[in-house]
């Protein structure tokens, strides 16, 4: 999108209305039990991306359209609720993966036990769910309390991927039709990742009376966040093959380990330099990490996956910056209004 200064950071604008979460997270997480308190604040007191609510809090000020630039305190409690359904599913995601590594530290269940992470997430689940309450917007409520819905939806859509031998029930698959198709893979990633962040935009405009009675930002807002929420998955899963664990702050190889089957892998098989999909297949099946890296090297799958996520990147932004398709050069119906904050937006896709 041009006009966008590419050396901007996203993050700035909102930097302060961030570090004011930061310090009010802590306090929406407070309880007077040190153990579960503890391991409720863990992730939020490592340093971390904050993608979620920069991206809230930013469509916040750019669909603020009686005074661009500006965050309600309704606004800001929503992007500290959209932050704590992420940690709660991040607490409970390391349970599943047997994970004991995120941003560099070790994760709450490799420090505190499953048993307590699986409740520190419940717990924050909890507390978010109040704070929820508290915004006496029951759209919003019934918008949130669906992302969570989907949360779990998406996981177990990815349990009954046929990869992981536990959710098999002994079924052996043994041919590239028993895989997911690409579909299913956009469909569980979705529901994954993709709702949290596009519902989060969707429910921060309905947060403002004005932009509230304008479908056209309301979904100008939603799409955005699908296609970020997607293109941010397909990058994720294209690091698991393509980044080292140092380099990632948590596990490299994951999906292949655990039989968890991403874009990387079905790409590899499909399009220019694909490779054997049933060669690609037995190498899976054999969990011969060397000969499927090697595979999905050759077949290009993570390039693939990462040339899909900037299609996403870019619908992303064209939802916010409508793409001139008249003849006369006017913009089609849909557009975010300038402003630095749309700007920054945009950037974030790139
Ligand atoms: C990270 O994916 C995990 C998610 C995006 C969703 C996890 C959702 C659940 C565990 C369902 C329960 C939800 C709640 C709200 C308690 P990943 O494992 O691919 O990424 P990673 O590399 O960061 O671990
Ligand atoms: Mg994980
Ligand atoms: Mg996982």
Redesign the pocket.
């Known amino acids: 999108v041009s006009g966008v200064a590419s050396s901007m950071d996203p993050f700035r604008l909102v930097e302060q209305h961030l570090q004011r979460l930061a310090a009010e997270v802590l306090q929406a997480v407070a309880v007077d039990h040190p153990v579960l308190q503890r391991a409720a604040q863990y992730f939020f007191e490592l340093p971390g991306k904050r993608l979620r609510p920069a991206v809230v809090l930013l469509m916040a000020q750019a669909t603020c359209l009686q005074s661009l630039g500006t965050v309600s305190h309704a606004q800001l409690q929503l992007a500290m609720i959209t932050e704590m359904?992420h940690t709660?599913?991040?607490l409970?995601?390391?349970v599943?993966?047997e994970?004991n590594m995120?941003r560099s530290a070790s994760t709450v269940n490799a420090l505190f036990g499953n048993q307590l992470a699986v409740l520190a997430?419940d717990f924050l689940?909890a507390r978010a769910s109040v704070c929820l309450a508290q915004l006496r917007d029951c759209d919003v409520v019934e918008l949130l309390s669906r992302v969570?819905e989907h949360?779990?939806q998406?996981?177990v859509l990815q349990l009954n991927d046929p990869g992981p031998e536990h959710a098999r029930n002994g079924r052996s698959p043994n041919t590239p039709d028993d895989w997911p198709t690409f579909h299913a893979y956009m469909r569980k990633t979705w529901y994954?990742?993709a709702s949290l962040i596009a519902n989060s935009c969707r429910a921060v405009t309905l947060l403002n009376p004005v932009s509230r009675n304008q479908p056209q930002i309301v979904h100008a807002a939603a799409h955005y966040g699908d296609h970020l929420g997607l293109a941010f998955q397909l990058v994720?899963d294209a690091m698991?093959y393509s980044i080292s664990s140092s380099n990632m702050g948590?596990p490299a190889n994951?999906d292949l380990m655990q039989g968890t089957i991403t874009a990387p892998v079905l790409l590899a098989a499909e399009g220019p330099a694909n490779v054997d999909a049933l060669e690609l297949h037995r190498a899976w099946q054999r969990r011969d990490k060397e000969r499927v890296a090697e595979l999905v090297r050759k077949g290009l799958g993570v390039e693939k996956t990462l040339a899909l996520a900037a299609e996403h990147a870019r619908e992303a932004q064209n939802a916010l910056v409508a793409p001139s398709t008249a003849a006369d050069g006017i913009s089609s119906a849909g557009a975010l209004p300038p402003s630095p904050a749309r700007d920054a937006l945009c950037h974030l896709c790139e």
């Open positions: 359904i709660a599913s991040l409970h995601d390391d599943i993966d994970s995120r997430g689940l969570i949360l779990v998406g996981e994954k990742t994720d698991d948590k994951k």
